[in-house]
C-alpha cells in the first residue's frame, strides 16, 4: 500500500534506481521471503549500478569517439598481429593509472581507429574522461583558437583528459605553429595522462615526419617513451566489412 508514495519521493529525491528496482521488487512474490536488509541492500545496488551507467554514458558522450566500439567486439582471429595478451593488459587500465601511452601503427584499414575507441570506450567505463580528435582538425582548431581567444582553453581541456586519443598521427604535413602546439600538448599531459596515437607510418618515420629535429626529439621523448607499441599488418577489415 505504501509503495506508491514510496516510489514519487524516491523520484523526487532522485533515486531513479531504487525507484525502479522497488518497482521491479513488488512484482515477485518471493520477494516476502527476504529480510528488510536484503531487499535495502538490493535497492542500494540498484542505485548504484543506475549512476554508473549515467555516469559512463556522460563520460562516452563527452568523449565523441568516432567508433562506438568496445572490447568485446574486437575480432583477435584476422591475422593482423594483434597480440592478445597485450591488449587484455591494457584492458585492465593499469596504464592508464601510471599515464602510459598506447601507439596503434599499420596500414589503412587495419583497424586502428576501432582499437583506440575500444581502449577509450573501456577507460570511459574505469571512471576515467577520453576525447577523441582527429590531427589534422586538432591542429586547425588550435590555429583558429589563436585569433578568436579560445586557444589557452583547448589546451587545458586536453591536458586534463585522462585518456586523449589522436588519430590519424604524421598525416598532415606540420607547420612550425603545429610542431609548437604539439610539444605544448605532450609537455602538459607528459606523466599526468595518457595518449592513444594512430598512424600509418610507422614509428621509425615519425621524427622525419614532424620535421624540425629538434621539436621532433622533444615531442618523441614525450611520446614514445613509456607506451605500448602495436604495430599491425595485413588486409584492410573493410574488404569483407569484418568486425574490427
Not at 563527452?62 to 591488449?87: C, S
Not at 600509418?200 to 614525450?222: F, M
Amino acid at each position: 500500500m505504501l509503495n506508491h508514495p514510496t516510489h514519487d519521493k524516491l523520484h523526487q529525491l532522485r533515486l531513479a534506481g531504487m525507484a525502479k528496482a522497488l518497482a521491479q521488487q513488488d512484482q515477485h512474490a518471493e520477494i516476502g521471503q527476504l529480510t528488510f536488509e536484503e531487499r535495502l541492500g538490493l535497492l542500494v545496488d540498484a542505485e548504484l549500478a543506475e549512476r554508473e551507467s549515467r555516469q559512463n554514458g556522460a563520460r562516452l558522450k563527452r568523449a565523441k569517439l568516432r567508433q562506438a566500439a568496445t572490447p568485446e567486439d574486437i575480432d583477435f582471429r584476422h591475422p593482423r598481429g594483434l597480440d592478445r595478451a597485450l591488449f587484455a593488459r591494457l584492458m585492465t587500465g593499469r596504464w592508464v593509472a601510471d599515464h602510459q601511452n598506447v601507439l596503434l601503427c599499420g596500414p589503412t584499414g587495419v583497424g586502428k581507429t576501432f582499437l583506440a575507441c575500444a581502449l577509450a570506450n573501456q577507460a570511459c567505463r574505469q571512471g576515467h574522461s577520453a576525447l577523441y580528435v582527429r590531427l589534422p582538425r586538432l591542429l586547425a582548431d588550435l590555429a583558429l583558437g589563436r585569433g578568436d581567444g579560445s586557444y589557452s582553453k583547448t589546451l587545458a581541456k586536453l591536458a586534463k583528459t585522462a585518456v586523449l586519443v589522436i588519430d590519424e598521427w604524421a598525416l598532415p604535413k606540420l607547420t612550425d605553429e603545429g610542431r609548437r602546439d604539439l610539444l605544448e600538448i605532450f609537455e602538459d599531459r607528459h606523466q599526468s595522462g595518457s595518449t592513444v596515437i594512430t598512424s600509418q607510418l610507422p614509428q621509425s618515420l615519425w621524427h622525419e615526419s614532424i620535421g624540425d629535429p629538434t621539436l621532433a626529439d622533444a615531442i618523441l621523448d614525450r611520446l614514445v617513451h613509456q607506451a605500448h607499441s602495436i604495430n599491425l599488418s595485413g588486409e584492410s577489415l573493410r574488404k569483407n566489412d569484418k568486425p574490427n
